[in-house]
């Protein structure tokens, strides 16, 4: 019977019914959205450091794992690392923030080239000048660029040689000679990577250069990848927690809202209910299942509506927002959908229930 009257309510009223899950929705798609950013963020960075085909990088002292700038290794350690035994290659890097998310990396190119296979062009050519910069496809989508552009960076004009196939280290490249001496930073490396002849003999390269350099943060890459995770970034578990917070706070507050409404808007109904014998519990069975229903609702509408906000991510910011969805979060944030629905419809509910049903049926 109550399961009736609700559907009845829901179907005969489907203005206030979707304005209600549209409102509930907000939230829900609020934290998938930005749970599915953070997420995709980790895992675009992941992916890209296994592009660069390395099994063990290299840090300076005080780096962390999740550090994107600084140049604080001298240039001489490519060497000195690349004649460890069972190292076959080093290479080293620089980082430099462009703003936001944005890096530009400086690489050597025909050590890179050998390390990772090198590039997949969709158009243009290797870096052969000094201003040349190549952008993988995701930036090239995301700025408008085009092989033959000119782009402005870190205050200079670059022309951007090629268009790559993204997942290798970087959006941007450059020269790392020409990038040094752009940030001050001449003879210096933000990271080097080393290649070994077996994967199997990491551990052991790991091992005996942690004792010539004590101090120095050194990784295999299949521990780099494990390490990339929320828990490792400053801040980014306590923001997501503030973000949750808020969805409750709003989804709260928007139920709350929208069963108050409902409440005055079906005054003569519950009076009519009570008139005919309705307990008070089932009158607040009503309330309580219709605030279950619009929670329902509104957490399926806000899971596809993190959907639409992925697609455009993808299509507005693929380089600096990347957005992953996550289906272990769909039921967390059901729960706090539904949570706040059937908190939110106790209070309006313990209103309908103490309603006189003579001042109800009154009521206009």
């Given at each position: ?17 979707l304005?209600s ?57 490519v ?27 400086g690489?050597?190119?025909g ?8 590039f ?16 993988d496809?995701?930036y ?6 085009r092989?033959?552009?000119t ?14 196939e993204?997942?290798k280290?970087?959006?941007?490249f ?44 050194i ?8 390490l990339?995770?929320?828990d ?31 409440v ?47 697609w ?5 910011m ?8 996550v289906?272990?979060w ?19 509910g ?15």
């Amino acid at each position: 019977m109550i399961f009736t009257l609700v559907w009845e309510n829901v179907r005969f009223k489907p203005v206030r019914t979707l304005l209600s899950i549209l409102l509930i929705a907000v939230p829900v798609t609020l934290i998938l959205t930005l749970i599915g950013l953070s997420r995709g963020f980790l895992e675009d960075s992941a992916r890209r450091s296994q592009g660069v085909g390395a099994d063990i990088v290299f840090r300076a002292p005080g780096t962390s794992v999740m550090t994107f700038s600084g140049a604080a290794l001298p240039d001489k350690l490519v060497d000195l690392l690349g004649r460890t035994p069972h190292v076959t290659q080093a290479i080293g890097v620089v980082n430099q923030p462009i703003g936001g998310f944005d890096t530009v990396t400086g690489i050597d190119p025909g050590a890179f080239t050998r390390m990772s296979g090198g590039f997949i062009f969709r158009e243009g050519h290797a870096l052969e000048k000094p201003d040349d910069i190549l952008v993988d496809q995701f930036y090239a989508d995301q700025r408008h660029i085009r092989a033959g552009s000119t782009v402005r960076i870190l205050n200079r004009d670059w022309h951007v040689a090629g268009i790559v196939e993204p997942g290798k280290l970087a959006h941007l490249f450059v020269d790392v000679r020409m990038l040094q001496d752009l940030i001050g930073a001449t003879g210096k490396l933000s990271q080097i990577y080393l290649k070994v002849d077996d994967p199997a003999n990491a551990a052991q390269v790991i091992r005996d250069l942690q004792a010539k350099f004590d101090g120095y943060p050194i990784y295999s890459m299949k521990e780099l990848v494990s390490l990339i995770s929320v828990d490792n970034i400053p801040m980014l578990a306590g923001f997501i927690n503030a973000v949750v917070g808020i969805g409750v706070i709003i989804g709260f507050a928007v139920v709350s809202l929208s069963m108050y409404m409902a409440v005055l808007q079906r005054t003569r109904e519950i009076g009519i209910l009570k008139s005919l014998g309705a307990t008070n519990s089932f009158v607040m069975g009503i309330i309580v299942c219709e605030a279950g229903a619009l929670g329902f609702g509104g957490t399926i509408f806000g899971i596809l509506l993190s959907f639409a906000t992925r697609w455009t991510m993808l299509h507005i910011m693929p380089a600096s927002l990347p957005q992953a969805v996550v289906p272990s979060w769909w039921p967390i944030a059901g729960l706090i959908a539904m949570g706040g629905a059937l908190l939110g419809s106790i209070y309006p509910g313990l209103m309908a229930v103490r309603q006189d049903p003579i001042e109800a049926l009154a009521y206009e």
